[in-house]
């Protein structure tokens, strides 16, 4: 891939915590050099600590590297903004606000029109299947459509990159198929760019068109297993069935797993 395809560039980057005073601090990330294309989903697996969720953090903008540069079409990301949306582990919604007051929270913020607002709204609780429920409060609700008001509250921004930090992984088992099912079917009408954390390689070979293994601390991407060229009738049921996706699932965990 060129530079100029590339929405999002990380050059050589590195993140070191703790560091100062005298301290050679932990390094969460070593020389992460990568390039993520306009509409393409990727997902990052790793052992825990490896540094998955630090790497989403810098493209946030919560966090500034220690060396090298995170790039946003071009532009060095310093800060964060409505470009970059992002879906964490737990809901975190406001409960004393409704469902449809919760997924337009943001755009009140930015002073969007009313009238926008609404339609915005209304749109996407009609895409992630809460039409209906635009009164109730997040207390009434279950796991999964908690989960459904957060992804909507991201999505009705239109964020260029759309950033998951296992967004599913305490729902339970039919749940989360039903939310991945809801992700890929977005996918495939938006065509947003995703960057989604997961411990789940099932769930990494049925949403990415990439996934990038790290290894364990300090993270460094040991692996790339690139999907875009396979052809599937059935995804979900492939991955788990067919030899060649047997294979990759056996390539993904020893490579998870394997010592330095």
């Given at each position: 891939?060129?530079?100029?395809?590339?929405?999002?560039?990380?050059?050589?980057?590195?993140?070191?915590?703790?560091?100062?005073?005298?301290?050679?601090?932990?390094t969460?990330?070593?020389d992460?050099?990568?390039?993520?294309?306009?509409?393409?989903?990727?997902?990052?697996l790793?052992?825990?600590?490896?540094?998955?969720?630090?790497?989403l953090?810098?493209?946030a903008?919560?966090?500034?590297?220690?060396?090298?540069?995170?790039?946003l079409?071009?532009?060095?990301?310093?800060?964060p903004?409505?470009?970059?949306?992002?879906?964490?582990?737990?809901?975190?919604?406001?409960?004393?606000?409704?469902?449809?007051?919760?997924?337009?929270?943001?755009?009140?913020?930015r002073?969007?029109?009313?009238?926008?607002?609404?339609?915005?709204?209304t749109?996407?609780?009609?895409?992630?299947?809460?039409?209906?429920f635009?009164q109730?409060?997040?207390?009434?609700?279950?796991?999964?459509?908690?989960?459904?008001v957060?992804?909507?509250r991201?999505l009705?921004?239109?964020?260029?990159?759309?950033?998951m930090?296992?967004?599913?992984?305490?729902?339970?088992?039919?749940?989360?198929?039903?939310?991945?099912?809801?992700?890929d079917?977005?996918q495939?009408?938006?065509?947003?760019?995703?960057l989604?954390v997961?411990?789940?390689?099932?769930?990494?070979?049925?949403?990415?068109?990439?996934i990038?293994v790290?290894?364990?601390?300090?993270?460094?991407?040991?692996?790339?297993?690139?999907?875009?060229?396979?052809?599937?009738?059935?995804?979900?049921?492939?991955?788990i069935?067919?030899?060649?996706?047997?294979?990759?699932?056996?390539?993904?965990?020893?490579?998870?797993t394997?010592k330095?």
């Amino acid at each position: 891939m060129g530079e100029t395809d590339a929405l999002l560039q990380f050059d050589h980057v590195s993140m070191v915590f703790g560091k100062g005073g005298g301290a050679e601090g932990l390094t969460a990330l070593s020389d992460i050099s990568l390039q993520v294309r306009d509409g393409e989903c990727v997902c990052l697996l790793g052992p825990s600590g490896c540094g998955k969720s630090t790497l989403l953090n810098l493209v946030a903008g919560f966090l500034q590297p220690t060396e090298g540069s995170v790039t946003l079409n071009g532009e060095e990301i310093k800060e964060p903004g409505p470009d970059r949306g992002m879906v964490f582990q737990e809901p975190t919604l406001y409960n004393w606000l409704s469902v449809f007051d919760n997924v337009a929270f943001g755009l009140k913020m930015r002073g969007v029109a009313k009238t926008e607002i609404r339609e915005r709204v209304t749109r996407f609780l009609a895409l992630t299947g809460l039409a209906g429920f635009e009164q109730f409060p997040p207390y009434e609700l279950s796991g999964g459509m908690k989960q459904r008001v957060a992804l909507s509250r991201v999505l009705v921004s239109d964020p260029k990159v759309l950033l998951m930090d296992e967004p599913f992984s305490a729902l339970d088992p039919s749940t989360r198929q039903e939310m991945q099912s809801l992700l890929d079917s977005l996918q495939d009408r938006r065509k947003c760019t995703i960057l989604l954390v997961t411990h789940d390689i099932n769930e990494a070979l049925y949403l990415a068109d990439r996934i990038l293994v790290f290894s364990a601390r300090p993270g460094r991407i040991i692996d790339e297993i690139d999907l875009r060229g396979v052809s599937f009738t059935d995804r979900r049921s492939e991955i788990i069935e067919r030899p060649d996706m047997t294979a990759l699932h056996k390539r993904i965990m020893e490579a998870v797993t394997q010592k330095e």
